[in-house]
């Protein structure tokens, strides 16, 4: 922590921090279950004081804020653990009959509040439903590279069990040790891969969803030209149209040929550039990570006067060599360096990336201690043309450091990486830092992102590239989809799930 | 028609061959038109002959061989042309008052009866929607490589609006010349590059639909992870929930390096294996197209004693020279051989790839005159995961062998290539040839493809790659598609065509 203290001074002005103490469970008065489980889900379902506290809140930083706040309002009054398909039914019947809300809960890793209880008047309580039972690879086709896993199981526990078939999800967001698949599908997350493989929509074959009106079975093809996509309307449903059960997934074999450097650039207007060119290439860089200056410094990665590309390629199949010599020609062209032996050859060297990646698996750990402290570390992402990329931007750090000085009366920090990159367009993403009253960083935090988040949409991005939607961002959600096509999702909504059980709230609100 | 007439006599034992006479407007007996056109409307509508005659019928084998027998039993009533959104709302309008079903009929090359008019008692008349004055390319982004394009534009035409800024869709499927934007949104189209890019979906920014509730307009960005994805509800919609106006599209830039060569295999098997591990190297190869002994037999690629597999590389950015030098090891590897060079590179030889694209591109033209001389030359594609393929080949080519000789009496041809691969599987795409009885053509056809096709779906494929399903296909997409789904799909149409005007009768009845 000491080390990230004195990192936040630098950023924030701030001299000394002090932390809220974490809470504990015995401090939380909590609400009494407003329902009593019945004898036949007694297996099945808890009201245990420390699991309704857990899965009272997500990953975000208005939950911890909460947390630390021992505010714990509105937690859901059962924990249920379905070891099977036939609990999850009858825990829909039983929901539905008792006019219970359903929320599922993934890995809980949320940062938009889409696992948080809803407050509707028309549900008589709320079940949070943990599928970590569904932990299963239950089948692995090695000749066509895909695998039928159940959707609970957890990243590092999903790559434990395709080890042995030397095959790999490669699908390494950030939350990846604490976020399941199922989640990742619902809420169509995207992995650490910066071209060709980003959205989990990519990797599947077909879904099992469980609904209060059955079961929705796609069958598996590679590829199928029969009619709409079913699983579409499933990636990205946010649990508000089923359980997910099971996906066949596509994977790949583990890369034997890897190359990594890091770029620097002087101008950063050169730099967007070479990740324009470079993202029409067809090269397909698996890493291709542009950090403005000003992040790589906080990172170790810079000095503070040259942006970053973090710049790798992998592959199961061949050398690599080809196409990052032909990429850094391109960032050349563009007047980017890179370190070099003496024969001209890139330094295979992984500093700049090893620094990146460091923070990166950490982030999830430091977050509780940021808040505790006082500090929100925020991040939003997007995706926007290249056409509209600079004005996006400089509107959004403009907005945001505006509205961090309004909020709480102090500088803060605005810095954008690209997370990946497309032909049409790059995905931003923005990391924010402000320094808040620790008493009142749930209202401080939203309302800088109110602004910030119009800001990002304002310009032309869209609300999220990977965060999802939850409950946090609907209110731009609800102006960037069709007007018809939310007609058409709360259809979907009558016929999958007439009771209106499901994580009432996301997508749309219940009728 | 000498040439193709002695490969018939080969493949068929048909010693020679007679013509029926294509048949000419004033031959044909033409029920009125049961639709009166109002004068708001009579500079977009006409009820002339000839244009009542050409929108009866797709570009199928039932199609043509129901026009060789002059029977056009059930023809539109009204031809709309319209020039502008609003002329389409007004239809839309005057068809939901009259009760009038609305086709729309893109170019027309619908293999599988999407563009037939239904005959269905609820509706007093047919009027079928061409939309070829939305053909023009309305906005190019250079830089995001991309553009806005009206959806009724054909494939020339495209690609010529486009060719100034160097720019191009590369999106080649058979029926480009004849075929629409719009018609391979809404079929779900497939192009020529063999992986990668090989479906419309991959090129689609953003779709605005036309419906008879009004506009669905999806937000631009390169990609988004907000909520399930409004454009892939149109994509394979087949007309039945909205007329599509335009289309952001991902371009590409032209190609400047190219490397083709023909590999041949002694061995099928082996053939495929090397074709798979091709297909998982990402190597992505803009064509590889194996394709079976006894079809590059008749289409001269090979002697008959080897299966030739037809590979190519391409990029706008790059030398593709090491990808094809990759490829080829893979090949050789699995007993792959190929022309080279004293120096053992591949010449690079397009002959066994021209001589397969010129039948290509022939192709279009031929089936009239083949049918006209009773000669049924049909095609169906499917997609199967590499671990079912084999099984899938035997059982395809066995049934259709079997099926050709119970209903026509004599032998066939039956032959399988690939047009697509990916990963997890390959899209197999089967000719089979039979001589048939020219004046029960459709009956046999039609017997012959319940075989054939059903085979193919009991061997583990979806019903179409990249066909569509139109009319034809419903018995298997029937049972495909999770039947909830379909809930979901007839919910969507409530909302968008409350009147049920649209292509009734693809993806599922009207109620």
Redesign the interface.
Known sequence: MAEFERAWTKLLGVEKFEALPFPRKQEIELRASRISIPSALSDVCTTEKYERLYHTYGAGTVDVARALRREFRNPPDVIAFPRNEQDVFDLFDWCGRNSYAIIPYGGGTSVVGGVNPPEYDRYRGVVTVNMKHFNRVLEV?E????ARIQAGVLGPDLEAQLKPAGLTLRFFLQAWEFSSLGGWIA????GHFATAY??IDDHI?SLRVL?P??????????????????D???????GALGIISEAWV?LH?RPQFRSMTTVRFKDYDSAVEAT?VLS?????PSNARLIEREEAQYTGSSDGTYDILVLGFE????PVD?RMA?ALEICKQMGGAWESTGAGEPVDSDRGAKSWREKFVRGPYLREYAIARGVMRETMET??????FAALREHVKRETHRAIREVTGRRGSVTCRFT?I??????PYFTWFAYGDKSRIPEQYMAIKRIAEQAMVDAG?????????GRD?RPW?DK??????C???K??K???DPGQLLNPGV?FDPS
Do not use: C, M
Not at 232 to 238: A, C, D, K, N
Not at 280 to 284: A, C, T, Y
């Open positions: 086709d000749i066509s590279q895909s809420t169509r997350a995207a980003t959205q074959q609904t009106a059955g079961v929705v079975q796609a069958k598996r093809f590679p590829i199928s030209g029969a009619g709409p996509n079913p579409r309307l499933f990636l990205g449903s946010e596509r074999r324009r029409q290439s067809g090269l397909n592959s199961a199949d061949h080809h032909r995706a926007v043309t290249w056409g509209g990946h497309y032909p049409d367009g790059p995905a991005g869209t609300v999220t590239h990977h965060h999802a939607l961002h959600y960037e989809r069709p007007e018809l096509f007609t058409v999702l259809g979907a009558v016929a999958l997508l």
